[in-house]
């Protein structure tokens, strides 16, 4: 059964704020003297992403989890040079102002990006130190990556005017559409989708925020090799019917990555999290208790 639904209200009620280059950044701690877990958010939406799974990891871990810079209740400064490289200093900040060395991780989608950056940041010696990773669906390689038309559109010299038509009844269509057939969002889940993603005129810079699907092939290279490198453990909890970063996903980290860690859930598309957070759980802690 899934938790009650915690409104977007609720969830910024609960949380805090840092500056990250001027800017206002919110984010949720859920407080505690246990292992840390910095929870990444995907594209267009925020960390209430994982307010179904919250719950229960909290009983295990401290988690920490930003709204990145321009989406959620973070700012969303239009003059903004939106890059992964930024988001994951941005979480790396936020870790060294709460006295965190070593995190564990769990992304989602853009989020993922991140997460790649912090493991070359790992391999490199940098001062946050990553003791697992766990990937939700999400892009870690560009070419098994497939962008929904809307996403190619933003990222086009039409982005900018795209941006501003967008509505509440065109991202309901494509945002569905990327959801398994039988754990589609309800109805007061999406309201609070897009609440979040028009938050301080959001919707008005998703063509900017969508350059990250250029970033990704910039640094695909780097990323690639520190996971292929990496003694840090990982594990892909993968929705296999999603269009974007399912199943196909799958197959190309278990030909680049040796002894591929993977999950599959049947049924369910690219929010796992959202669609099906028992099982990704789970799979979850069954992953931490073997590492």
């Not at 946050?128 to 933003?154: A, C, M, W, Y």
């Not at 892909?236 to 993977?262: C, F, K, M």
Request: hydrophobic letters at 40%; glycine letters at 6%.
């Amino acid at each position: 059964m899934h938790q009650k639904l915690l409104s977007c209200d609720q969830w910024r009620a609960a949380g805090r704020s840092f500056l990250h280059r001027g800017h206002q950044v919110f984010y949720r701690d859920s407080g505690g003297d246990k292992p840390a877990l910095l929870l990444i958010h995907g594209f267009p939406t925020a960390s209430w992403d994982f307010y179904r799974v919250w719950d229960v990891l909290a009983q295990h871990y401290r988690l920490l989890a930003p709204d990145l810079i321009g989406f959620g209740f973070s700012d969303k400064p239009r003059d903004y040079v939106y890059s992964l490289v930024d988001q994951a200093a941005l979480c790396a900040s936020l870790c060294a102002r709460q006295g965190l060395t070593s995190v564990q991780l769990l992304a989602h989608d853009y989020g993922v990006s991140v997460a790649q950056e912090l493991i070359a940041q790992h391999e490199e010696g940098s001062a946050l130190r990553l003791r697992s990773v766990v990937f939700l669906n999400g892009g870690l390689f560009p070419e098994s990556h497939r962008p929904r038309l809307i996403q190619k559109l933003l990222l086009s010299p039409l982005g900018p005017v795209l941006s501003r038509l967008m509505n509440e009844q065109s991202f309901r269509r494509s945002f569905s559409a990327i959801f398994g057939p039988e754990t589609q969002p309800d109805e007061a889940e999406l309201k609070s989708f897009w609440q979040l993603i028009t938050h301080r005129g959001g919707n008005r810079i998703m063509h900017k925020l969508i350059r990250y699907m250029r970033d990704r092939r910039v640094h695909r290279a780097r990323w690639v090799a520190a996971m292929q490198h990496t003694q840090v453990p990982m594990r892909l909890i993968n929705g296999p019917v999603d269009p974007v970063s399912g199943a196909h996903l799958v197959a190309r980290y278990r030909e680049l990555i040796a002894n591929a860690d993977t999950v599959s859930l049947p049924g369910i598309g690219h929010y796992p999290q959202v669609e099906a957070p028992e099982q990704v759980l789970q799979a979850f802690f069954e992953f931490q208790a073997r590492i």
